[in-house]
């Protein structure tokens, strides 16, 4: 059985990584080469980046309004 290659993800293994970025951990060397590569080639992929990049960007003017009360 063949190591699978790091570089090459599938789509949800990518949003995974997106949100782990995100949210949990830094990614290795590996995991980030192999986003970056998936992202150049895949545009929906790019869209699910954007769309989570404007969730963050709106949460956190929430919070702001929020905490100006």
């Not at 998936?38 to 989570?52: D, E, P, S």
Request: charged content about 30%; some cysteine.
């Amino acid at each position: 059985m063949s190591m699978p290659n790091p570089l090459n993800r599938t789509c949800r293994e990518v949003t995974r990584l997106v949100l782990q970025a995100r949210d949990e951990r830094p990614l290795g060397l590996g995991d980030r080469l192999g986003v970056v590569i998936h992202l150049a080639i895949c545009g929906m992929c790019r869209r699910f980046r954007r769309q989570v990049d404007f969730m963050d960007v709106a949460i956190d003017r929430w919070k702001s309004y929020r905490n100006d009360d």
